[in-house]
């Protein structure tokens, strides 16, 4: 307990219904685990995670309430046996543009962290429901041919 470990391993999808919306599950499939030696841990590498994957919905631009630029990407991350997870990623300012000239197909590599958030989702004029999302925050991608 506490101690700062190095996972290897896959970042997983499915779908569950959960009271009858079908909802995506995100979890990871742990390979190797280790136990990093405290004092030579690099902090700036915590909650890293990189995936290769095939861009499967074109991308979602907009601006968030302080005006920051935003693009939602889905990733198809393929697996063996014909399996492939579909991965919610973000991308933020000059990369959200770039991502706007994507369309589906192309493969990609991207660098980034596993965050949650929480939202507010307006169901009608005074029904609001609260929300959290789990996603791959990009910092980094690169975009190879279709």
Same mark, same amino acid.
């Given at each position: 307990?506490?101690?700062?470990? /190095?996972?290897?391993?896959?970042?997983?999808?499915?779908?569950?219904?959960?009271e009858?919306?079908?909802?995506?599950?995100?979890?990871?499939?742990?390979? /190797?685990?280790?136990?990093?030696?405290?004092?030579?841990?690099?902090?700036?590498? *915590?909650?890293?995670? *990189? =995936?290769?994957? +095939?861009?499967?919905?074109?991308?979602? !631009?907009?601006?968030?309430?302080?005006?920051?630029?935003i693009?939602? =990407? =889905?990733?198809?991350?393929?697996?063996? !046996?014909?399996? %492939?997870?579909?991965?919610?990623?973000?991308?933020?300012?000059?990369?959200?543009?770039?991502?706007?000239?994507?369309?589906?197909g +192309?493969?990609?590599?991207?660098?980034?962290?596993?965050?949650?958030?929480?939202?507010?989702?307006?169901?009608?004029?005074?029904?609001?429901?609260?929300?959290?999302?789990?996603?791959? %925050?990009?910092?980094?991608?690169?975009? +190879?041919?279709?």
């Amino acid at each position: 307990m506490g101690s700062t470990v /190095e996972v290897v391993g896959q970042f997983r999808s499915f779908n569950r219904f959960v009271e009858d919306k079908k909802r995506l599950i995100l979890s990871v499939f742990v390979k /190797e685990i280790f136990l990093m030696d405290q004092k030579f841990t690099d902090y700036t590498k *915590t909650n890293s995670i *990189t =995936l290769n994957g +095939y861009l499967c919905k074109p991308p979602v !631009y907009r601006k968030t309430p302080l005006g920051r630029e935003i693009a939602d =990407l =889905l990733l198809a991350v393929n697996r063996p !046996y014909g399996k %492939s997870d579909y991965i919610p990623c973000i991308v933020w300012g000059r990369n959200a543009r770039y991502a706007m000239g994507l369309s589906v197909g +192309y493969r990609m590599e991207i660098y980034g962290r596993i965050q949650s958030r929480n939202y507010e989702k307006k169901i009608s004029e005074t029904q609001v429901e609260y929300r959290r999302a789990y996603e791959v %925050s990009i910092s980094k991608l690169e975009v +190879y041919d279709k």
